[in-house]
Structure formats: structure tokens, C-alpha cells
């Protein structure tokens, strides 16, 4: 009884705190105004191996923002969207000149023949460090929990807490960083990071090659690669919470998880090629701060 006495107590008191807290506004997004705005902020990607012998060294999206109101607890939004993701590999690939179908492990498309033995490389090995690039068009279907919350109990937020899936096409395409800043391939790597084999097979060496491995390479990405511009259809989920600040502007924070199945071609890649590591990717992230102004 008294237990009960208590809880009664405390969500009585929480109600009226809430109430005394919230912010009315004359109109919230799901009552006739449109958004417009853009996001920006951390992008990754991921497949089921790359945490064992490859690492993200960064990323990051711009996303822009139409939303219109459907009815009063529902909103579609169109997302245009530009992201990369910087990888490299922390195991050396050999640039070997496979000319066999049955042997394509390494380095075996031509836009690494300057990194073999018999075209002047001192030793044919290359750490992959690229680029993959996303550009996205996707349509979202807005559900605004805070809006309802709002129909039921009948008071106005000036937060509102909202999920949202979405579908899309995604385009990616890849560069490569293959030149230092002096214009030379890079060479010697292996005996710079100090890789051998005993290092990589530890939990603690791979922190260390995760570590020591970006420092040798100077991030231009200036070679484009033989990878073919790629075309996927995307769905997403995703959910967020904004801030109106006065009548017209929205702050906001907005999680999106993004998913993109394979293509049968992709699938059908060799495996242990560049082609295969690159675009094996089959999901990503993006964690974004979101300005919107609302139009009249």
C-alpha cells in the first residue's frame, strides 16, 4: 500500500513537472507547414568480416531535407544524401599479375600494374586504402510518437520524438589513394609499420596496425578505381528527435540505419580480389545533426 501510495505520488508530481516544462508553440510539423533543411555528420558502413583485418578511419554524410505533413501524426520527407567512408586494410595485399582464372587473390585489376614487381615496384605490396562513396535519393514515411502523445493528452511539444522508414536508390563508387604527396606509389610499407604475420595474429598487434598503419598514408584518394559506378536499391529505418527554437526553426538529432542487398554480380565476385573487398559492404550508419526552417 504503501509502495503504491508512493508511485501514485511520483507520477503525479512528474505530470504536472512536464506540464509546467513544455514549451507550447502555435503549430508543430505535422499541422501544415513544410520543412526544408539539411543534416550533417558521422557516416560508416559495414560488412560481417572488416573488424578483424580492416578499419575505418573516417567518415562522414551531408544530407538535405524536404518534409511535408500528411495528417497530424504522420509526415513523408525526401532525403537527398552524399557520404564517404575512408577504409584501409591492415594486412599487406600483394600486387601479383594473375593471368590464371582460377588464381585472383590480390591486387589483380590493372590500375594497380604500377605497384608489380615486374613493372619497378621494389616489392609489390599495398595496404588497400580507399574511398567508398555513397549518393542517395530516399522517401521517408515520418511517425510522430510526440504527436500523438499530443492528440491523446491534448498539450503541444515544442520536442517532438519521431520514427520513419524509408526506401531509395543508393549509387557508390570508389577511389584509391595510390600516390603519397611527392607523386610516388608507396613502397616499403611492410618494413615501416613493422608487420609481420606473429603481430597481425594478436588481439594487441592489430590495435597497434589499426594505429600505426594511417600515419604512412596522406589520405588524397586521387586515382579513381576500375570499379564500376554501382546502383542498389536501399530501405532504411530511422528515428530522431528535434527542437522547434521560435516558430520557424527545428534543431534536431536523427539516427538512420541503412540497408542495401547485394547484386547478383556483386556476389558472384572472386573472392580475395580488391573488387570483393571494396564493395562489400552491405549496411551503414549515419549519425546527424539536423537544421530545418519551417516555411510558411
Excluded: C
Excluded at 502523445?149 to 520536442?159: A, L, N, P, Q, Y
Amino acid at each position: 500500500m504503501k509502495t503504491s501510495v508512493t508511485i501514485i505520488l511520483f507520477m503525479t508530481i512528474s505530470h504536472i513537472s512536464m506540464s509546467q516544462n513544455i514549451d507550447k508553440i502555435p503549430e508543430t510539423t505535422a499541422t501544415g507547414k513544410m520543412e526544408v533543411g539539411f543534416s550533417s555528420g558521422y557516416f560508416t558502413n559495414f560488412n560481417e568480416y572488416w573488424g578483424f583485418s580492416e578499419l575505418a578511419i573516417q567518415g562522414w554524410g551531408w544530407n538535405l531535407i524536404a518534409r511535408y505533413p500528411l495528417k497530424s501524426i504522420l509526415s513523408g520527407k525526401i532525403n537527398l544524401f552524399y557520404g564517404y567512408v575512408d577504409r584501409v586494410s591492415i594486412s599487406p595485399w600483394e600486387a601479383i599479375d594473375n593471368t590464371s582464372q582460377f588464381q585472383k587473390i590480390g591486387l589483380v585489376e590493372e590500375v594497380f600494374d604500377i605497384y608489380r614487381p615486374e613493372n619497378g615496384h621494389p616489392d609489390g605490396f599495398w595496404f588497400p586504402n580507399y574511398r567508398n562513396k555513397s549518393k542517395s535519393l530516399n522517401a521517408d514515411l515520418i511517425f510522430s510518437i510526440s504527436n500523438l502523445i499530443s492528440k491523446i493528452d491534448k498539450k503541444e511539444f515544442s520536442w517532438e520524438i519521431y520514427g520513419s522508414i524509408g526506401f531509395g536508390l543508393l549509387n557508390k563508387n570508389y577511389s584509391l589513394n595510390l600516390y603519397d604527396d611527392n607523386g610516388d606509389f608507396y613502397s616499403d610499407l611492410i618494413r615501416k609499420v613493422q608487420f609481420d604475420f606473429n603481430t597481425f595474429n594478436t588481439s594487441e598487434g592489430r590495435k597497434k596496425l589499426r594505429k600505426d598503419i594511417p600515419k604512412f598514408f596522406d589520405n588524397s584518394y586521387e586515382t579513381e578505381s576500375e570499379i564500376r559506378p554501382i546502383n542498389l536499391f536501399s530501405y532504411s529505418f530511422n528515428g530522431g528527435i528535434s527542437k522547434s527554437i521560435g516558430d520557424r526553426f527545428l534543431i534536431g538529432f536523427e539516427f538512420r540505419k541503412l540497408f542495401y542487398p547485394k547484386s547478383e554480380k556483386l556476389k558472384s565476385l572472386p573472392f580475395r580480389t580488391f573488387t570483393q573487398l571494396a564493395t562489400d559492404d552491405i549496411k551503414g550508419e549515419f549519425y546527424s545533426l539536423n537544421f530545418s526552417y519551417r516555411l510558411f
